[in-house]
């Protein structure tokens, strides 16, 4: 009994490690600002009254599920839930519209933000994600990856452009 509870300790001893879940950086493009973000490029109005510079998005922060669910693979979709905040201020954006937009022509996905967070649901497969926000750049990830049965979360630091105190 004990030569087994030793070729049970040695077996279990060469396992590699691997933590169930733990928070990745993104593989997919970096989220990038639509629209000009350059803090040379002071726009009259904030020449006169003063402004705040432009603030570059922070990378995307991908927390991928290790459970399945059943039913969204039964559907053939995946969720994503979205974590949306300033990168200014760390502060969860109160309002914003989310567009999941397919490479297939097809009606893009619509969801919304309330307090920082907004959930979407579509098919599997690859998507661009556009985010519009009052008071932020457009921002926009290329290519995003919704797995077939998984309910992943994505954090999002969103940039500003100027910002005129008018």
């Known amino acids: 009994m004990s030569r087994r509870a030793a070729l049970l300790i040695f077996l279990l001893a060469c396992q590699p490690s691997r933590p169930a879940l733990a928070p990745q950086a993104s ?21 006169v009254h003063g402004g705040t510079a432009p603030v570059k998005p922070g990378l995307p922060l991908w927390i991928f599920s290790a459970q399945r669910d059943r039913a969204l693979d039964s559907l053939g979709s995946g969720r994503l ?39 979407l649901q579509a ?27 998984y309910a992943d979360t994505l954090r999002l630091a969103v940039g500003q452009q100027w910002f005129c105190s008018l």
Do not use: K
Not at 27 to 47: F, I, K
């Open 27 to 47: 593989s997919v493009t970096p989220l990038r600002m639509l629209g000009d973000a350059n803090p040379d490029s002071m726009p009259p109005s904030c020449r």
């Open 81 to 119: 839930l979205i974590h949306l905040v300033s990168a200014r201020t760390g502060e969860p954006l109160q309002s914003a519209a989310l567009y999941l937009e397919s490479i297939a022509p097809r009606r893009p996905i619509t969801g919304y933000v309330s307090e920082g967070w907004a959930r």
């Open 123 to 149: 098919p599997a497969g690859r998507y661009a994600l556009r985010i519009r926000a009052i008071g932020f750049g457009a921002a926009m990830i290329d290519s995003l990856d919704l797995r077939r049965g």
